[in-house]
C-alpha cells in the first residue's frame, strides 16, 4: 500500500541551526500537509500546499517556516532558526483531493529535538 | 473556530471485551468529516475509521465503529473484540467540506487506550 516517507526519522540540533525535515507524499495525491506534536499534546496543523503554493497555514506557522516541494516528488518544511519549543514530531501528509475531503494520509513522523 | 473534545484521557478494556472512546465536537457547519486516527508507541498516525457528516448511517470497519449523534454532536468510537495491538492513543478528528478550510484536520487531545489481559 503506498505511504508517506518522512526522512529523517530523529535529527537533534543546535538552537538557532537551520532544520530541514524531508517529505515524499503518495504519488498521485495532490495536497500536501504539515502538522506538529509536541510531546504529551495534540497534533497541530501547521500548513498545507497545493499546486505548488500555501493554500492555509495556521498561527504557528510564522517567517521561521517556509515549505517547498522542489523536485514534483518531495515536499520539505524548512525551520530557519530553530527555538527550543519547536522540538516536536513533525508529521508530513497528503490527500488526493481535498474538495471531497479524502482521507489524510500520515507519515511515519521526523522527531526534532532542539538543544 | 471548530473544537474537538475527548474528555477521557485514559482508558482500559479487557482483551475480547469491548470499548467506548467519546468524542465531542462544535461546530457551525452542517457538512464536514470526522475521523479516528490511532497513534501507536511507534507514533505513526494511522487511519482508524472516517465518517460523512451527511450520511446518516455509521461507519464501520471490521471491529471498529462508530455512533454518530450529528444533532449532539457527538462521534464515539466502539472497540469490539479487543486486541493487545488496539493499545494506543485514538484521536478524533474533524475536517470541514467547505472549500476555504478544507485542507486541514483538528484533533482532540487524544484518549489512551490500555488493553489488559
Known amino acids: 500500500e503506498p505511504e508517506v516517507t518522512q526522512t529523517p526519522s530523529h535529527q537533534v540540533t543546535q538552537m538557532g541551526q537551520e532544520v530541514i525535515l524531508r517529505c515524499v507524499p503518495i504519488?498521485?495525491?495532490?495536497?500536501f500537509y504539515w502538522y506538529r506534536q509536541i510531546l504529551g499534546q495534540k497534533v497541530e496543523f501547521l500548513v498545507s500546499?497545493?499546486?505548488?503554493?500555501?493554500?492555509?497555514k495556521s498561527e504557528i506557522f510564522d517567517d521561521q517556516f517556509s515549505v517547498e516541494r522542489p523536485d514534483g516528488s518531495n515536499f520539505t518544511l524548512k525551520i530557519r532558526s530553530t527555538k527550543l519549543e519547536d522540538s516536536a514530531m513533525y508529521f508530513c501528509?497528503?490527500?488526493?483531493?481535498?474538495?471531497?475531503?479524502?482521507?489524510?494520509?500520515f507519515g511515519e513522523g521526523s522527531w526534532l529535538t532542539v538543544v | 473556530a471548530q473544537t474537538v473534545t475527548q474528555s477521557q484521557p485514559e482508558m482500559s478494556v479487557q482483551e475480547a471485551e469491548t470499548v467506548t472512546l467519546s468524542c465531542t465536537y462544535d461546530?457551525?457547519?452542517?457538512?464536514?468529516?470526522l475521523f479516528w486516527y490511532k497513534q501507536p508507541p511507534s507514533r505513526q498516525m494511522i487511519l482508524v475509521i472516517r465518517?460523512?457528516?451527511?450520511?446518516?448511517q455509521n461507519a464501520t470497519e471490521n471491529r471498529f465503529s462508530v455512533n454518530f449523534q450529528k444533532a449532539a454532536k457527538s462521534f464515539s468510537l466502539k472497540i469490539s473484540d479487543s486486541q493487545l495491538g488496539d493499545a494506543a492513543m485514538y484521536f478524533c478528528?474533524?475536517?470541514?467540506?467547505?472549500?476555504?478550510?478544507?485542507?486541514?484536520?483538528?484533533f482532540g487531545t487524544g484518549t489512551r487506550l490500555q488493553v489488559t489481559l
Open positions: 501528509a497528503s490527500s488526493d483531493n481535498r474538495l471531497i475531503g479524502n482521507t489524510i494520509y
Open positions: 504519488s498521485n495525491h495532490l495536497y
Open positions: 461546530t457551525s457547519e452542517s457538512d464536514y468529516y
Open positions: 465518517q460523512e457528516a451527511y450520511k446518516q
Open positions: 500546499f497545493y499546486n505548488n503554493e500555501i493554500s492555509e
Open positions: 478528528a474533524y475536517r470541514s467540506a467547505n472549500t476555504g478550510t478544507a485542507s486541514k484536520l483538528t
